[in-house]
T-cell receptor, first 115, second 116 residues
Framework: DGGITQSPKYLFRKEGQNVTLSCEQN?????MYWYRQDPGQGLRLIYY???????QKGDIAEGYSVSREKKESFPLTVTSAQKNPTAFYLC??????????????FGPGTRLTVL | AQTVTQSQPEMSVQEAETVTLSCTYD???????LFWYKQPPSRQMILVIR??????QNATENRFSVNFQKAAKSFSLKISDSQLGDTAMYFC?????????????FGQGTELSVKP
């Protein structure tokens, strides 16, 4: 079955630690995205990648980093510079890098809690 | 800046009834795309329906249909014959036509409860 997987489902982090959230897709999609969701709010774009070895900042990139070494993988690192990292993180992908109206398909998400 | 507004934080409907969720947006673009996503308690985001702004015809997907009013910048979602499984957060989202890497702008969501 094709789809998007995210791991882990729940993640706990101590203050000052970096953590990496995994996102893998087997849909053969070129474009991948990371969104953050806070309670009572919609999703906000952190980073996106339209093609391997290339990525751009979204609206709230500060304190986050990404890599795109393989087409199917787009890991997100939450660094200690992110002041309020507790949130629900969603990864998405779409078929083509143009972004012109392509539907984005989402993974099941990772809930990150800072202790 | 483009914005999406959902003015109804919560709504409820009786099973088998019809409900309409509101969404307005602000943009100066002429070509764009609009989406409704559903987020059930599992928190998985699921595409409900997609509308292309240059198409006059309103999109329909089984029990789900939209009322797209381009001049009014309104994009409401109608759910007919509501089912208990429709209970979820519903998000309206907007994407421009030019290359911003497929950036989706979301509204704050409407929490829909379907009551038996």
């Amino acid at each position: 079955d094709g789809g998007i997987t995210q791991s882990p489902k729940y993640l706990f982090r101590k203050e000052g630690q970096n953590v990496t959230l995994s996102c893998e897709q087997n849909l053969n999609h070129d474009a991948m995205y990371w969104y953050r969701q806070d309670p009572g709010q919609g999703l906000r774009l952190i980073y996106y990648s339209q093609i391997v070895n290339d990525f751009q900042k979204g609206d709230i990139a500060e304190g986050y980093s990404v890599s795109r070494e393989k087409k199917e993988s787009f890991p997100l690192t939450v660094t200690s510079a992110q002041k309020n990292p507790t949130a629900f993180y969603l990864c998405a992908s779409s078929i083509a890098p143009s972004g012109a109206g392509d539907t984005q398909y989402f993974g099941p998400g990772t809930r990150l809690t800072v202790l | 800046a483009q914005t999406v507004t959902q003015s109804q934080p919560e709504m409820s409907v009786q099973e088998a009834e019809t409900v309409t969720l509101s969404c307005t947006y602000d943009t100066s673009e002429n070509n764009y795309y609009l989406f409704w996503y559903k987020q059930p308690p599992s928190r998985q985001m699921i595409l409900v329906i997609r509308q292309e702004a240059y198409k006059q015809q309103n999109a329909t997907e089984n029990r789900f249909s939209v009322n797209f009013q381009k001049a009014a910048k309104s994009f409401s979602l109608k759910i007919s014959d509501s089912q208990l499984g429709d209970t979820a957060m519903y998000f309206c989202a907007f994407m421009t036509d030019y290359n911003q890497g497929g950036k989706l702008i979301f509204g704050q969501g409407t929490e829909l409860s379907v009551k038996p």
